[in-house]
């Protein structure tokens, strides 16, 4: 079938490099983000989240970044493996707290 | 694991009939979430459920109805379905932090 990963940005890194994932959002009211992963043929998963009073939280080799002042959101993460190749997705929550609301994705490809 | 469990997991069936995806959940959340995700287009929200018999439409709503008769329990219904419906449905539920968790999708092909 055809794959979730057709017509998105693509990023292609090295093993052992260090990746930056980009996420523009659209809603000034937005003050939660979350980043989620999506491999192939399985449900997105979430890997970390930052809410609009911090600009950078850290996870296990993942850092997220905020600037709300040019509304931009970032995903860094270290030494990138083989099983980091998927889709990674931003999301906001606009102004719900109870809805979130998706960006396209950017499929990232770990090169051995 | 979240806890949530989708089926079926794979559907084909032809333009003009009934379909019922079903979404079961372990965690007791309250909101329980239908999007649908297409090529170039992500994720997009199809209804919604903030209690038992409480729901509400999000963006692509058309074409679909959802019931909520128990807490574990969120249905999704094509009552006629289209070839542009088409697609791979997520459910997802709501933790008390904020986050959402997917179930693992279901394909529906409408020929």
């Known amino acids: 079938g055809e794959s979730v990963g057709l017509h998105l940005p693509t990023l292609s890194v090295q093993e052992g490099d260090n990746s930056i994932i980009n996420c523009a959002y659209s809603?000034?009211?937005?003050?939660?983000f979350i980043w989620y992963k999506q491999e192939s043929g399985k449900g997105p998963q979430f890997i970390i989240d930052?809410?609009?009073?911090?600009d950078k939280r850290q996870g296990q080799r993942v850092t997220v970044l905020l600037n709300k002042t040019v509304k931009h959101l970032s995903l860094q993460i270290a030494a990138t493996q083989p099983g980091d190749s998927a889709v990674y997705f931003c999301?906001?929550?606009?102004?719900?707290?109870?809805?979130?609301?998706f960006g396209k994705g950017t499929l990232l490809t770990v090169n051995p | 694991d979240a806890g949530i469990t989708q089926s079926p997991r794979h559907k084909v069936t032809e333009t003009g009939t009934p379909v019922t995806l079903r979404c079961h959940q372990t965690?007791?959340?309250?909101?329980m979430y239908w999007y649908r995700q297409d090529p170039g287009h992500g994720l997009r929200l199809i209804h919604y459920?903030?209690?038992?018999?409480?729901?509400d439409k999000g963006e692509v709503s058309d074409g679909y109805s959802v019931s909520r008769s128990k807490t574990e329990d969120f249905l999704l219904t094509l009552e006629s379905a289209t070839s542009s419906q088409t697609s791979v449905y997520f459910c997802?539920?709501?933790?008390?932090?904020?986050?959402?968790?997917f179930g693992e999708g279901s394909r529906l092909t409408v020929l």
């Open positions: 930052i809410r609009s009073n911090m």
């Open positions: 997802a539920i709501r933790a008390n932090t904020g986050e959402l968790f």
């Open positions: 459920s903030y209690g038992v018999k409480d729901t």
């Open positions: 965690e007791n959340h309250r909101y």
């Open positions: 999301a906001e929550n606009g102004s719900s707290n109870y809805k979130l609301t």
């Open positions: 809603n000034s009211a937005s003050d939660y």
